[in-house]
């Protein structure tokens, strides 16, 4: 088995990786130093998603998809059904946790550069987390690859052909995808900046609540057909719908906000 991972795709994790820990430390000084954001709320959206994404989602999807058999299986029979349920637990949840806290721990909140500071925090977590720690494990085994020193160590292992069939991604995928990994979470970061604006504002003026149900239909909408189109059509198709819905919730918040 070939096992040299190809120059092209550790530059795409290497992008990937600038682009995951660099885009929210770049949004984090430019709103603290020129914005004069309170650096308490870049924090606050990072434990949001935190706890409402990847702990009492995940709760949600364990009890639905491990637990209530018959659910999992009529989901996961029907991709609409599965993208819909996909959809709606991600808006339900991270907007409701935007909303809780920016309602309960920011009172106190100056204005509009707080919400652009919790967005940045709030997608940078999920950068992170998605794709800059993966991008780290996938740039040290790729170094250590091409380096022959994992082969080496898989030596004497009796599950060395496993393992690198588990690795072969890194050097069988095109050196683009690992590209359209950053390209996506530059998109996404932009997406979190602007449903934080909308959801600050429903907080912020009561006559404008709808705008926080309306954040968690757009959140739930895009995410599905994503999904949808990621399994019917390409990746690249998936992340032009994932820029138009960008570009549509950020033309929304410029409008509101």
Same mark, same amino acid.
């Given at each position: 088995?070939?096992?040299?991972?190809?120059?092209?795709?550790?530059?795409?994790?290497?992008?990937?990786?600038?682009?995951?820990?660099?885009?929210?430390?770049?949004?984090?000084?430019?709103?603290?130093?020129?914005?004069?954001?309170?650096?308490?709320?870049?924090?606050?959206?990072?434990?949001?998603?935190?706890?409402?994404?990847?702990?009492?989602?995940?709760?949600?999807?364990?009890?639905?998809?491990?637990?209530?058999?018959?659910? $999992?299986?009529?989901?996961?029979?029907? !991709?609409?059904?599965? =993208?819909?349920? #996909? +959809?709606?637990? *991600?808006? /339900?949840?991270?907007?409701?946790?935007?909303?809780?806290?920016?309602?309960?721990?920011?009172?106190? $909140?100056?204005?509009?550069?707080?919400? !652009?500071?919790?967005? =940045?925090?709030? #997608? +940078?977590?999920? *950068?992170? /987390?998605?794709?800059?720690?993966?991008?780290?494990?996938?740039?040290?085994?790729?170094?250590?690859?091409?380096?022959?020193?994992?082969?080496?160590?898989?030596?004497?292992?009796?599950?060395?052909?496993?393992?690198?069939?588990?690795?072969?991604?890194?050097?069988?995928?095109?050196?683009?995808?690992?590209?359209?990994?950053?390209?996506?979470?530059?998109?996404?970061?932009?997406?979190?900046?602007?449903?934080?604006?909308?959801?600050?504002?429903?907080?912020?003026?009561?006559?404008?609540?709808?705008?926080?149900?309306?954040?968690?239909?757009?959140?739930?909408?895009?995410?599905?057909?994503?999904?949808?189109?990621?399994?019917?059509?390409?990746?690249?198709?998936?992340?032009?719908?994932?820029?138009?819905?960008?570009?549509?919730?950020?033309?929304?918040?410029?409008?509101?906000?």
């Amino acid at each position: 088995m070939t096992t040299h991972v190809p120059a092209g795709n550790i530059a795409g994790m290497v992008f990937s990786l600038a682009v995951a820990w660099g885009m929210p430390a770049a949004l984090f000084f430019l709103l603290y130093k020129k914005k004069d954001a309170k650096v308490l709320t870049f924090f606050l959206g990072c434990g949001s998603f935190f706890l409402f994404a990847m702990v009492l989602e995940q709760l949600l999807h364990m009890l639905v998809l491990l637990k209530l058999g018959s659910v $999992s299986e009529m989901l996961k029979a029907n !991709l609409w059904l599965y =993208a819909l349920y #996909g +959809g709606l637990a *991600a808006g /339900l949840f991270e907007e409701t946790g935007r909303f809780l806290t920016m309602k309960y721990f920011m009172k106190t $909140s100056s204005g509009r550069e707080d919400a !652009l500071m919790y967005g =940045a925090g709030h #997608g +940078g977590m999920e *950068a992170v /987390l998605v794709l800059g720690i993966p991008s780290i494990n996938n740039l040290v085994s790729a170094v250590l690859l091409n380096s022959g020193k994992f082969l080496s160590s898989l030596a004497d292992d009796s599950n060395a052909q496993q393992v690198l069939e588990r690795l072969s991604p890194l050097w069988t995928l095109p050196a683009w995808q690992f590209f359209l990994g950053g390209v996506e979470r530059i998109l996404a970061i932009c997406l979190h900046v602007a449903l934080s604006l909308l959801v600050y504002r429903a907080v912020k003026e009561k006559r404008r609540w709808y705008l926080y149900p309306c954040a968690i239909l757009l959140h739930a909408a895009l995410n599905m057909v994503v999904v949808l189109i990621a399994n019917h059509g390409s990746l690249v198709l998936a992340e032009l719908a994932t820029l138009a819905g960008t570009v549509a919730v950020g033309a929304l918040a410029w409008r509101y906000v």
